[in-house]
Every structure is written in C-alpha cells, then in structure tokens.
C-alpha cells in the first residue's frame, strides 16, 4: 500500500511575505507568493493546448499577494489574487511536492535532475 499523500494542517496568513504551508507529516513548506502565482496551473496561464506558459513573469508584480485562499475538496487549494485571478487550482500534491522552496525540497527536486 502506498503512503497517503500529506494534507495542510495549518495554512499560513496571506498577509505573510511567503506562503507557508504545515503538512500532516510535520514538514513545512515555504514559497513565494510571486512563484506560487507564476506556477499557476490553470489554462489561461499554462495555455490550454501549448506546453508553455502564457503568462508573461514581468506582468505578475513582485508584490503579488492572494486576497484569500479556500480549499477545494480534499485534494487543493483556490487562491483568488489581487487581480481577481482565481482559477488556478494547486493540488496538493503539487505544493507539497513541487513548489516548495525549503531547503530539503530544493535540494531533493536538484537530486532527481540530476539523475
């Protein structure tokens, strides 16, 4: 059997300069709200047939910030942004895995490049 995929225990306050994240397992992820906005998985931002992304990192502003995030389901988070921009759902999966910006996650996405 496999392990269950972590699920947030606790999500950190949006008006934190990072987004911050405790997992079930006890890990804590950290990313920043303008990688977090850039990795937006929705099509209007992953382009709904290209394999690139559609929006251009100069027009996302450095100070980008959610105004709330909701959870959706068991399995993602919903964040509505500044500009009203909703539609990107972050699994799980994906933020636990994926855009976390600590230092064991960094170092552990490096070793699997690498390989």
């Given at each position: 059997m496999s392990p269950r995929m972590p699920t947030p225990v606790e999500v950190g306050s949006i008006v934190g300069k990072t987004f911050r994240i405790t997992w079930s397992d006890g890990h804590r992820s950290t990313c920043s709200w303008k990688a977090l906005r850039l990795a937006c998985p929705c099509a209007h931002c992953r382009g709904e047939w290209a394999d690139g992304r559609t929006?251009?990192?100069?027009?996302?502003?450095?100070?980008?910030?959610?105004?709330?995030?909701?959870?959706?389901?068991?399995?993602?988070?919903?964040?509505?942004?500044?500009?009203?921009?909703?539609?990107?759902?972050?699994?799980?999966?994906?933020l636990r895995f994926e855009l976390c910006e600590c230092v064991e996650c960094t170092a552990a996405r490096s070793a699997r490049a690498a390989r």
């Open positions: 929006v251009d990192p100069s027009s996302i502003r450095e100070d980008v910030h959610p105004m709330r995030i909701e959870r959706v389901g068991a399995y993602a988070l919903q964040p509505t942004w500044w500009d009203g921009h909703n539609t990107g759902l972050y699994t799980f999966h994906m």
